[in-house]
């Protein structure tokens, strides 16, 4: 039998929200295969999220911000090992100091923002001598950009989740739509902005996945086909934007919502990005 230890179950735990002993079984049955241990736990009719790129690490900050014509913003997460470092003044000046610099020169990626130099420290320097000031260990987790007509920047109290996202025209009834759906994403957390945005082998694997959940509840044989395709629409209204109900009135889509206000609105693209669970 594969030996499973504490930090593997601890670590589907915190990916999955569910108990340590179940997290545990789905672990040995799974032979040690996180993915694989997922599946077995939605199989056996636990509730698990999707699974997310945006969760990074356990600690850290997360800071979005857009520049003062709302067309370019920037979100960036730099994790750490303790909630202790990530409450450091010199952590945090630093992180804010990183990503103001991103917007006042339209830094893109990540690898460019790695190279550039501030104070005359490179990024990456920078990020060392706060490792070696903390001695914990410190990295640039994840970095992204839009450039759009309307940009809006959301970071949600304590700087653990952040949200940008873009829309294609602008103006000041379109930033407050932008600001509404950059909250909806911070709490909804999407997986994509639509349907087509959603890979095919996810697609798959959800049909899969239900396949044999209505397999394992007994459905007649001529009924299984139904009742997948019926839990993969509800996947992707729950897991993309666009069809997700609007916190606001969830008698309307977000796609819905955003039409009415213009029916030439729509969101480009968006971002999410999360320390911690």
């Not at 997290?23 to 999707?50: P, T």
């Not at 000046?93 to 190279?115: F, M, S």
Request: overall charge negative.
């Amino acid at each position: 039998m594969t030996k499973i230890t504490a930090a593997e179950v601890n670590r589907l735990r915190l990916a999955t929200g569910i108990g340590m002993m179940d997290c545990k079984h789905a672990l040995v049955e799974a032979e040690g295969d996180f993915d694989k241990a997922i599946d077995i736990l939605r199989k056996k009719g636990q509730k698990v999220a999707a699974k997310r790129a945006d969760r990074l690490s356990n600690e850290g900050r997360v800071i979005a911000k857009t520049n003062a014509a709302n067309n370019f913003g920037a979100i960036l997460a730099v994790s750490c090992e303790t909630d202790f470092v990530a409450k450091n003044a010199e952590f945090i000046a630093t992180v804010d100091a990183i990503v103001d610099w991103c917007i006042q020169n339209k830094v893109k990626t990540k690898d460019e923002l790695t190279a550039q130099v501030i104070n005359g420290r490179t990024v990456s320097e920078l990020l060392l001598d706060l490792t070696g000031k903390t001695g914990e260990k410190i990295e640039l987790s994840d970095f992204q950009t839009l450039e759009a007509p309307t940009v809006d920047a959301y970071n949600h109290i304590g700087n653990k989740l952040g949200t940008i996202v873009g829309f294609n025209m602008e103006g000041e009834k379109i930033q407050t739509v932008a600001h509404e759906i950059a909250m909806q994403i911070a709490a909804m957390n999407p997986l994509a902005l639509d349907s087509s945005s959603i890979p095919q082998e996810t697609l798959n694997h959800e049909l899969e996945l239900a396949r044999d959940m209505a397999k394992q509840e007994g459905k007649p044989e001529q009924m299984i086909e139904k009742i997948a395709q019926g839990k993969l629409n509800k996947f992707l209204k729950e897991n993309t934007l666009l069809s997700q109900d609007y916190i606001d009135n969830n008698k309307i889509s977000v796609g819905d919502y955003i039409k009415q206000t213009d029916p030439k609105l729509a969101c480009t693209a968006f971002f999410r990005l999360q320390v911690g669970a």
